[in-house]
T-cell receptor, first 112, second 115 residues
Framework: QQQVKQSPQSLIVQKGGIPIINCAYE??????FPWYQQFPGKGPALLIA?????SEKKEGRFTISFNKSAKQFSLHIMDSQPGDSATYFC???????????FGTGTRLQVFP | DAGITQSPRYKITETGRQVTLMCHQT?????MFWYRQDLGHGLRLIYY???????DKGEVSDGYVVSRSKTENFPLTLESATRSQTSVYFC??????????????FGPGTRLTVL
């Protein structure tokens, strides 16, 4: 019940494409769903996060779509750029825990 | 240096040796975490700490020991290193400010190789 399942494991798109990364969870107590971005040789950094009281959150070219009934959430990157090439992790947490549960990561490559 | 730092950045050791990875943060964050990152497994929590002298196990704590005598430091020790502990280790911290609820700030990582 603590798992967060992420897909795909890797993704290759051309510049301007819209990569979509999906995550699914089981624990209905989760109430915070962040996405972290990690560049090679660096630690992950928070990209965008959503709470379950909204179905969508947009920050610049990055959008989280959230489907509470399906227990799924996804990251969309509009007009993707080569600089977006990185590994993306979804995660989940709840108020009564100190921990984030991470997905297994998606390696995104955006070619010019 | 401001932020969160890890040392060493790279370490090669032999099976059976004790190794300590250091983590230091300058924000006075209450929470600190240790993760390991392996291909296909993502980020897995090893140990975390809610405050000085308070630590708790994560999902992959066997073979690891932590301590937290000061808020700013959270060292991770591999008591007797094994090849399966070859990994990239990340330290993270977070505060308790509700405006940044649960946002964790990660260090640059330590790449550990056990021969």
């Amino acid at each position: 019940q603590q798992q967060v399942k992420q897909s795909p494991q890797s993704l290759i798109v051309q510049k301007g494409g819209i990569p979509i990364i999906n995550c699914a969870y089981e624990n209905t107590a989760f109430d915070y769903f962040p996405w972290y971005q990690q560049f090679p040789g660096k630690g992950p950094a928070l990209l965008i996060a959503i709470r379950p009281d909204v179905s969508e959150k947009k920050e610049g070219r990055f959008t989280i779509s959230f489907n509470k009934s399906a227990k799924q959430f996804s990251l969309h990157i509009m007009d993707s750029q080569p600089g977006d090439s990185a590994t993306y992790f979804c995660a989940a947490s709840s108020l009564n825990t100190d921990k984030l549960i991470f997905g297994t990561g998606t390696r995104l490559q955006v070619f010019p | 240096d401001a932020g969160i730092t890890q040392s060493p950045r790279y370490k090669i050791t032999e099976t059976g040796r004790q190794v300590t990875l250091m983590c230091h943060q300058t924000w006075s964050h209450s929470y600190m975490f240790w993760y390991r990152q392996d291909l296909g497994h993502g980020l897995r929590l090893i140990y975390y700490s809610a405050a000085a002298d308070i630590t708790d196990k994560g999902e992959v704590s066997d073979g690891y020991v932590v301590s937290r005598s000061k808020t700013e430091n959270f060292p991770l020790t591999l008591e007797s290193a094994t090849r399966s502990q070859t990994s990239v280790y990340f330290c993270a911290s977070r505060g308790v400010d509700s405006s940044s609820y649960n946002e964790q700030f990660f260090g640059p990582g330590t790449r550990l190789t056990v021969l």
